[in-house]
């Protein structure tokens, strides 16, 4: 024990002994600079996970371990802008987090204040070298004096160069889809010409959009070849009944909200109603909305806290847990590479990070010089459908401000 | 890097809560680490007329010294990487040989019974080759995945296939199946299966449910189940606020997952009303997955459905699918069950 102890003292100083700093430092620098040569991801995310247990482990208060986390953070910033990467999201509190002892909650917020308010004070050396930093999630959560401190640092940082540092502060990821889903609603349920006196009027029937719809399953369905079954009945069927069919679905979702159903019933029977009885609606007086059926899956990624920012390349979590614990499900599930590392967020450095930027280089530029490696198929499948889907987007758009 | 003494100065100044040192004082100590303002990409153009670029032979030096370093690094880490992928494949193939299933359900009851705990829902994401007889394949894949999870215990198993091609056969499928758990357990102990889809009926045998324990739900998912189930609830929401049913206050969390877990729980067939309630009561058939196997070479998602994922274990195979190993078989049994030892968090054992 005693020995060991020795050792890594002395290993400590032989480390710290300036011609061996210096040494590591342009080594470093090299390696930064080699990295930088080939391809280089966009967008990292961080999971900082680790800190309590290298706290734990190594015998130091808990804070003391965040401590040590945020130099880690710092050294890995320096790394990543150094070589290019654009955006940087890091995991630094989920709304789970709350939940954890107070004592280390309320230390997690002054450390995030202090480090936000001497940011602040930096002005002139974050306006040459800093990022831009963000704040994503409830800022709602905070505390005031918290707030006040992001709120600056947001303000001073928002003209700063390309580079964005994302902080997830009080976060997670479902909250974060769900926020997007009320925006894109509250946004689609603004009328575009303020015809007030409406409002309460039904929406008629056998609109363009229940059309397109009709005609998007269809087309879907052939592309897509699955649920051939169905179309096939629909396309031999009256237009009434495929209209009737289409709805039964979205019945099925509205009546499982319990808090909405007896409303939405009632509201439900009188549009199957109206479905049969298209005549009776007059088409002037309702007021006019931007369609539903325009909503794609790229309105609702523009909805998200990461809206401007490139797709996710790459996701790093340290500390061995391999979950994603809530951060950045929507943004990380189509192309993005997920890493686990089996070490505690303090201590990664450079020297974990290289053999994973070297992973991923290698496979993009293997992916580079043979494109059709794995599922060319799908992927023309996607595109084909994608493409057929803008078209169809497109016309209700048009035929609304023909109105 | 920072150097030891600088580190401890800012790390003493953390300690008394950033009272120690001024702003100054912490910019006169970070300044020696800041890059050279001439290194800059986006520097203001009035500045650099000032400063012009100094020493253009070093620079192009130091260029060609980072392209060669790259060069080589790339070199000795494509030569570790084959290095640690021809052990892999070694251990592998030592792995298959040892642990072989011999379609006995009783061996692989036995693999898996010293583990901690075995996931209730395992998901695994496989994808559809290139082939003209690829469906079949990955069928036949499907239905040993079934039998392995039936033999396993573990009550469901969701398969996610990217283009949905399993969602339009699946009576195939079913019958696939079957005859692949008849080959395993016989036809008299076979479990009962139920085998469904978002959005699809239940396929299920009609036939008593003489052993409930023994029963088994595999649920397909496809990329339209991910990213467009969320659009198509957005719009249904959008619609309903634009008849004032809803206002957009009143979509939270609790009510989009509800409606997500909707899709991929039991569709409402015979069991519904009951099913919903037991849901809670059983956590054995729950919509997040614990374990997500990915047969691949790297650990992507690749459009699988985001929502349930959160707390869900992930592990990739690293089999790849480019040279040693063939090219016919990446759904193996051996990977199978070292995705179990790693969820159970036990170590790979040569010899049962």
Redesign the interface.
């Known amino acids: 024990m005693a020995t060991s102890m020795h050792l890594s003292r002395l290993r400590n100083w032989f480390?710290?002994s300036?011609p061996i700093?210096f040494a590591?430092?342009r080594l470093?620098e090299?390696?930064v600079?080699?990295?930088?040569?080939?391809p280089v991801p966009q967008h990292i995310a961080f999971i900082m996970d680790g800190n309590r247990r290298f706290a734990r482990t190594h015998g130091i208060e808990t804070v003391e371990g965040h401590?040590l986390g945020f130099?880690a953070l710092a050294?890995i910033l320096e790394v990543c802008y150094?070589s290019g990467v654009q955006v940087v999201t890091i995991y630094a509190f989920s709304i789970e987090n709350f939940k954890r002892s107070k004592f280390e909650v309320d230390a997690l917020m002054?450390m995030a204040r202090?480090k936000l308010s001497?940011m602040a004070?930096?002005g002139e050396?974050l306006d040459?070298?800093g990022a831009k930093v963000r704040v994503l999630g409830r800022l709602d959560l905070l505390r005031p004096d918290v707030l006040a401190a992001v709120n600056r640092t947001v303000e001073m940082t928002k003209n700063n160069?390309?580079r964005v540092l994302n902080i997830c502060f009080p976060y997670?990821?479902?909250?974060e889809?769900?926020g997007a889903?009320?925006?894109?609603?509250?946004e689609?349920?603004k009328p575009l010409r303020s015809t007030r006196s409406s409002?309460?009027l039904?929406?008629t029937p056998f609109s363009e959009d229940h059309i397109t719809q009709n005609i998007r399953a269809r087309t879907n369905g052939k592309l897509?070849?699955?649920?051939?079954e169905i179309d096939s009945v629909s396309e031999s069927s009256t237009l009434a009944d495929d209209d009737a069919q289409r709805t039964n679905?979205?019945n099925?979702?509205?009546q499982?909200?319990t808090?909405?159903s007896s409303?939405?019933t009632l509201?439900m029977a009188e549009k199957a109603a109206q479905n049969r009885f298209p005549e009776t609606t007059t088409e002037t007086e309702r007021p006019v909305?931007k369609s539903?059926?325009t909503?794609?899956?790229q309105?609702?990624t523009d909805h998200l806290l990461t809206r401007d920012c490139p797709p996710l390349d790459l996701m790093i979590r340290t500390s061995g847990v391999?979950?994603?614990?809530?951060?950045m499900?929507?943004q990380?599930?189509?192309?993005?590479?997920?890493?686990?590392l089996d070490v505690l967020w303090p201590e990664f450095d450079l020297w974990h990070f290289l053999?994973v930027m070297?992973?991923w280089?290698?496979?993009v530029s293997k992916a580079k010089k043979n494109p059709d490696?794995?599922?060319?198929?799908?992927g023309e499948?996607?595109e084909s459908g994608e493409e057929s889907r803008d078209e169809l987007v497109v016309s209700p758009e048009i035929k609304a401000k023909n109105l | 890097?920072v150097?030891?003494?600088d580190?401890e100065l800012l790390?003493d100044n953390?300690r008394s809560?950033?009272s120690k040192l001024s702003?100054t004082d912490?910019?006169n100590i970070?300044k020696p680490y800041?890059?050279d303002?001439s290194e800059?990409p986006?520097w203001p153009p009035q500045r650099r007329k000032k400063l012009p670029r100094k020493k253009p032979i070093r620079t192009f030096l130091?260029?060609q010294?980072?392209?060669i370093?790259?060069t080589l690094?790339?070199i000795i880490?494509?030569i570790a990487?084959r290095l640690v992928q021809s052990y892999h494949a070694v251990v592998d193939r030592i792995l298959a040989i040892v642990y072989y299933h011999h379609r006995t359900p009783e061996l692989i009851r036995k693999d898996v019974k010293g583990l901690d705990r075995l996931p209730e829902h395992l998901s695994v994401i496989l994808?559809?080759r290139?082939e003209d007889d690829a469906l079949p394949i990955l069928m036949d894949e499907v239905a040993e995945l079934v039998s392995w999870t039936a033999s396993a215990g573990i009550p469901v198993l969701s398969v996610y296939e990217?283009?949905?091609?399993l969602?339009?056969c699946m009576p195939i499928l079913h019958q696939a199946i079957t005859n692949k758990l008849s080959s395993y357990f016989g036809s008299s102990q076979q479990p009962t299966l139920q085998l469904f889809a978002p959005?699809?009926p239940v396929y299920k045998k009609q036939q008593d449910r003489s052993s409930p324990q023994n029963s088994l739900v595999v649920l397909l998912l496809?990329?339209?189940d991910?990213?467009?189930t969320?659009?198509d609830?957005?719009?249904?929401?959008?619609?309903?606020?634009?008849?004032?049913?809803?206002s957009?206050?009143?979509?939270?969390?609790e009510?989009?997952?509800?409606?997500i877990s909707?899709i991929t729980t039991q569709p409402?067939q015979e069991v519904s009303p009951g099913f919903e309630r037991s849901r809670h009561s059983f956590p054995s058939v729950k919509p997040e997955p614990d374990l997500l196997l990915v047969f691949g070479p790297?650990?992507?998602?690749?459009?699988?459905?985001?929502?349930h994922?959160?707390?869900?274990?992930?592990?990739y195979t690293g089999v790849n699918?480019?040279g040693m190993t063939g090219y016919g078989d990446t759904v193996e049994y051996q990977g199978f069950l070292r995705g179990l030892w790693h969820y159970a968090g036990a170590q790979m054992r040569f010899g049962r």
């Open positions: 480390l710290a300036p700093e590591i430092s470093r090299l390696l600079g080699a990295i930088r040569q080939g401590n130099e050294r150094r002054e202090v001497q004070q930096h050396i040459r070298y160069g390309d997670t990821s479902r909250d889809i769900t889903i009320r925006e894109t609603v509250s689609y349920s409002l309460s039904q929406r897509d070849d699955f649920s051939t679905p979205h099925d979702v509205y499982s909200d808090a909405l409303v939405t509201h909305f539903p059926e909503i794609t899956r309105t609702l391999e979950r994603l614990s809530d951060f499900l929507w990380c599930h189509q192309n993005t590479e997920i890493v686990f053999p070297l992973g280089q290698r496979k490696a794995e599922g060319n198929f799908d499948l996607q | 890097m150097s030891k003494l580190r790390r953390i809560r950033g702003a912490r910019e970070v800041l890059p303002p800059l986006r130091k260029s010294l980072h392209l370093t790259y690094l790339h880490f494509g990487v994808s559809l290139k990217k283009t949905g091609a969602k339009s959005h699809h496809s990329a339209t991910g990213q467009e969320f659009v609830l957005t719009k249904t929401l959008a619609e309903m606020s634009q008849n004032g049913k809803l957009p206050e009143d979509i939270t969390m009510l989009v997952d509800a409606e909707e409402s790297s650990l992507k998602l690749d459009g699988y459905p985001p929502w994922i959160r707390l869900t274990e992930m592990y699918s480019d």
